[in-house]
């Protein structure tokens, strides 16, 4: 069907001012990252976005904004966008009200329920539910409702090693701690590129101008990547490591501090437990013994190990690359480890823990009150994969839909996700898909994955929401507040999301529409949280005219470190308040705050779990490999945010960004040249690409970026269609995974390459 015209769409958020033209500005927070950026949205006459500029008087950013922000508009007024809900009859799409929607949703889910039982339903949580108004507040109420199994998200791709080191080092698996990069004077990068990407799991704006801050001030950066990066281009020092091996080298680290005598717990050493089972853990772990693994010399490892343990005011941060490899709960952990041990844990210009103002639902779930996570209390149907934090790897949901027998999917519900391009193994997914009976998506685009739901029930635009972050601020720099109103009306009958939510989880439970009482639910859901902030849920219920969101974040404000709880401090802090300050409210920098943070049952942090350190001898076999062979990395870019932007054309024209990025002199043996094609294959398939000859590249290692193969025939994506790209994950084999977290390796992944043969 043909997309349908964007329509102009009436302004209900508050003007900021008028321009002597008549240009109204707005003020809005940017959903995309964890920058969360402050931006002014310009307005023509006919309510259509002229241009978006960084708010300069945002108390968070500060007038920073990177190119993807700036184009919030184009996502808005996208005519590929999905603004009805539609309903799939064979191969064609119609447009549907939202009451035949919801009977169509309705049919499939109580349908599968009766005929297979809830253990053949499912769903699939993407990316962005983290940065969403509504998904990150709600989704755990749909999945509370219909008591699915098991369900599967893009954080098995991402950073469930974090998760996994956090929850058993600290006691929670999203109280991840962060750089105060803003007051450090010597920053190791591994695995992460700012440049790129902002930071991730570092909520910072303009993160590259820090670096030059820290360099400006005599201090030292250091980024270990198998690719000098962007980010590399401005650091101090660029070291090439080979993909994979960054446990070791953080091994290496350990080793050294012990060794030389560096070891320094400082302030927290009474709050640290197992620092004599590290000892013993890294002791044949020498610079020597890893660095024809890491291909990083010992001297160098050894520099590293001094330097940082010397600074005044240092940190190492490790993100993604260190995540989605062989070894990522190793790397995960052993990042936090060496700043333990080196004195940069919970002080100024070490790494720190946030403080929300909102202190995020997650951060209630400590082992202290839960109990000790057990992981593997269950294994997949097919593949006999452990649950890890209630999760196996995504890769396995292909298999679980198309292998018949007990237990074999029948309905799956995905949430903001793109699995088709993001999970590993993705053909077998593609493959897979059309044999579901049952598929409802939420989502804006009829994309690579949505093609094959039966229905498919669009959430807002970015303009369309109110926004206010909560994750993010856990691993933020700093504290503040701030609030987006919405900032253009919705259509009359538009469903909000958090009631889409609501709605298909009760749905799975049998549940039908007549009897669906959606303002009942929500209360039962607000006082089911009173409980868990401290709150009597009689006494609060009556103080709201209203639900949604706006009434959780309200309760989370006003009973968080600078709320008025409610009257009983006069002064304090709630949404109003902030809703009142239009550039935000700004609570000042991070601060040690250990003992308030640590949620484990003693009240110290676990420095040598021992479900982590059962991995070293997986790590020491894989020492004495063969270190010939091409392995290939991911990479992200500026203008890409995974696979979401590529339909916003300012953000894909110009020079082609998905290549192969090849060392010269692996480019010279191979008989690879700049401009050609090159065949990449790996056990999971075969693809062809350009090829970019370039010396960022480390010998021996190819790159290519992730999120892109939208030549796939019947989405809605016309823009991408025409920049389609390869997919990267047709490489990634599905059972290769970090084996203590099951997250999905996609870097580190070995490869033959050769030059295409002409068709």
Request: with cysteine.
């Amino acid at each position: 069907m043909e997309a349908t015209v964007a329509a102009p769409t009436r302004v209900v958020g508050r003007q900021l001012r008028v321009e002597p033209d008549g240009t109204r500005v707005h003020l809005r927070q940017c959903p995309l990252c964890e920058c969360m950026c402050g931006m002014e949205i310009h307005l023509d006459p006919d309510d259509r976005v002229k241009v978006i500029r960084p708010d300069r008087d945002d108390v968070w950013s500060k007038g920073y904004i990177c190119p993807k922000g700036t184009t919030i508009g184009k996502l808005h007024e996208d005519p590929d966008r999905i603004r009805r809900p539609m309903i799939r009859e064979g191969e064609t799409w119609r447009e549907a009200t939202w009451e035949e929607a919801f009977a169509r949703c309705e049919e499939l889910l109580h349908g599968v329920r009766q005929r297979h039982g809830i253990e053949a339903m499912t769903a699939f949580i993407g990316n962005p539910a983290g940065h969403s108004f509504s998904i990150g507040r709600y989704g755990a109420l749909l999945m509370g409702q219909a008591g699915f199994p098991m369900i599967y998200s893009a954080g098995t791709v991402d950073q469930w090693p974090k998760n996994v080191s956090c929850v058993l080092m600290y006691g929670n698996m999203w109280k991840i701690p962060t750089v105060d990069i803003r007051r450090t004077d010597y920053w190791v990068i591994m695995g992460g590129n700012p440049q790129a990407s902002g930071g991730s799991l570092l909520s910072c704006p303009d993160v590259l101008g820090e670096i030059d801050a820290i360099r400006a001030r005599g201090g030292t950066v250091v980024v270990v990547d198998p690719r000098r990066t962007g980010t590399a281009d401005r650091a101090s020092e660029w070291l090439p490591i080979r993909p994979g091996t960054d446990a070791a080298f953080l091994l290496a680290l350990c080793h050294v501090v012990f060794a030389d005598g560096l070891l320094d717990l400082g302030r927290i050493a009474h709050l640290v437990d197992g620092v004599e089972d590290v000892r013993a853990a890294v002791a044949e772990f020498s610079p020597e013994a890893v660095e024809a693994f890491c291909q990083v010399p010992a001297e160098t490892i050894r520099r590293i190990a001094h330097d940082l343990a010397g600074a005044e005011r240092g940190a190492l941060y490790g993100r993604i690359g260190l995540c989605n490899q062989e070894f990522g709960t190793l790397a995960s952990w052993l990042v936090d480890v060496v700043n333990v041990l080196t004195g940069h844990f919970d002080v100024e210009g070490g790494m720190m823990f946030g403080k929300p103002v909102a202190e995020p639902l997650t951060w209630k779930t400590d082992t202290r009150v839960m109990g000790e996570p057990e992981f593997g209390r269950w294994r997949s149907r097919v593949r006999g994969a452990p649950e890890v934090l209630g999760q196996v790897p995504c890769s396995c949901l292909a298999e679980e839909i198309a292998t018949p027998g007990e237990g074999q999917l029948k309905a799956l519900i995905t949430i903001a996700g793109n699995p088709v391009i993001s999970a590993p193994d993705s053909a077998q997914l593609e493959e897979a898909l059309p044999l579901l009976e049952c598929m409802i998506s939420i989502d804006n685009y009829l994309n690579e994955t949505t093609r094959f739901a039966h229905v498919i029930l669009p959430g807002p635009s970015p303009l369309e929401s109110p926004h206010f972050d909560e994750l993010m601020w856990g691993w933020a720099v700093g504290s503040a507040a701030k609030w987006s109103d919405q900032l253009f009306a919705t259509d009359p009958d538009y469903v909000p999301e958090w009631e889409i939510l609501a709605r298909l989880g009760w749905y799975c439970t049998g549940g039908t529409t007549e009897a669906f009482d959606f303002a009942a639910l929500d209360d039962g859901w607000f006082s089911v949280l009173c409980q868990m902030y401290g709150r009597d849920p009689a006494e609060t219920l009556p103080l709201y005219d209203h639900g949604g969101p706006e009434r959780m974040i309200d309760l989370q404000v006003r009973m968080g470190p600078w709320g008025d709880r409610y009257g009983g401090v006069p002064d304090g802090l709630t949404l109003q308040k902030i809703k009142e300050a239009p550039h935000g409210i700004d609570l000042g920098p991070m601060v040690p705050r250990l003992e308030e943070v640590i949620g484990t049952p003693n009240g110290h942090i676990q420095l040598a779990p021992p479900y982590i350190l059962g991995d070293l001898p997986r790590l020491r076999a894989a020492l004495d490999r063969d270190p010939d062979g091409y392995v290939l990395v991911s990479r992200r870019h500026l203008r890409s945010k995974n696979s979401w932007m590529h339909n916003v054309k300012v953000l894909v024209k110009g020079k082609d960004r998905c290549t192969l990025l090849v060392h010269p002199d692996d480019a010279a043996q191979l008989g690879l040249v700049d401009g050609g094609r090159a065949r990449v294959s790996s056990e999971a398939g075969s693809i062809e690409v350009p090829v970019e000859v370039s010396d960022e590249m480390m010998r021996g290692v190819v790159s290519l970026p992730h999120g892109w193969g939208h030549d796939r025939p019947g989405t809605r994506l016309s823009v991408a269609r025409e920049h389609a790209g390869v997919n990267s994950n047709l490489l990634a084999p599905g059972h290769f995974v970090d084996e203590l977290s099951g997250n999905a390796a996609v870097n580190g992944i070995p490869v033959e390459v050769a030059p295409a043969v002409p068709a």
